[in-house]
């Protein structure tokens, strides 16, 4: 079993919609969670960062965390064809001599269609 | 501020060749992760280091794969006598000093091909 599951979609939406984006995960150590955007050969754009049970609210950006269920989620609202990308969870535990490794989703592919 | 610079952005490589990956952390992040994504695949940690150390390697292949980051100048991840199973993109991050932050910020990447 992987640490992290996720979708990989791909997850096609008309302009306008909101959308669900969602991983489980088994590592109780995981302290912090994050949301990346990764555009076709890009590197990854942080979008949101939380560490706690939860929502965290960024323009038409929520993200959701639910430890007891280890269970986060990121929720798009008004998509636009600009937010199609690949979108990765990515989970972080403390390395033994400090620093924090992140471990990643296989990301969802969302498209948003005109 | 420019963000994590990373080159070349493209590389090719023939079997047996080596391969080495330039990282410049964003001004003022003094830690440094290096992250490979294969093809179909989540990105995959392969080591944290900071400033002339090696702090966490635990991701890195055991053999022909080794990651520096000297007091002056980019860190660089080497790989020796690539394989065509080395293609992939590989990914540099760069965070504060601790107690700054926890986030990683990544850069552009770069996307190997071994022939």
């Known amino acids: 079993q992987k640490e992290v599951e996720q979708d990989p979609g791909p997850l096609s939406v008309p302009e306008g919609a909101i959308v669900s984006l969602n991983c489980t995960y088994s590592?109780?150590?995981?302290?912090?969670f994050m949301w990346y955007r990764q555009y076709s050969r890009k590197g990854p754009e942080l979008l949101m960062y939380t560490y706690s049970s939860g929502n965290k609210e960024d323009g038409r950006f929520t993200a959701q965390v639910d430890k007891s269920s280890k269970y986060i989620s990121l929720f798009i609202r008004d998509s636009q064809p600009s937010d199609s990308a690949t979108y990765l969870c990515a989970m972080s535990a403390r390395l033994t001599g400090g620093g924090n490794k992140l471990t990643f989703g296989t990301g969802t592919q969302l498209k948003v269609e005109l | 501020n420019a963000g994590v610079m990373q080159n070349p952005r493209h590389l090719v490589r023939r079997r047996g060749q080596e391969a080495r990956l330039r990282c410049s952390p964003m001004k003022g992040h003094s830690h440094v992760y290096w992250y490979r994504q294969l093809p179909e695949e989540g990105l995959k940690f392969m080591v944290y280091l900071q400033k002339e150390n090696i702090i966490d390697e635990s991701g890195m292949p055991k053999e022909r794969f080794s990651a520096e980051f000297p007091k002056e100048g980019p860190s660089i991840l080497r790989i020796q006598q690539v394989v065509r199973g080395d293609s992939a993109a590989y990914f540099c991050?760069?965070?504060?000093?601790?107690?700054?932050?926890?986030?990683?910020?990544f850069g552009p990447g770069t996307r190997l091909t071994v022939l």
């Open positions: 590592n109780s150590a995981f302290q912090y």
């Open positions: 991050a760069s965070s504060p000093p601790s107690g700054s932050g926890d986030t990683q910020y």
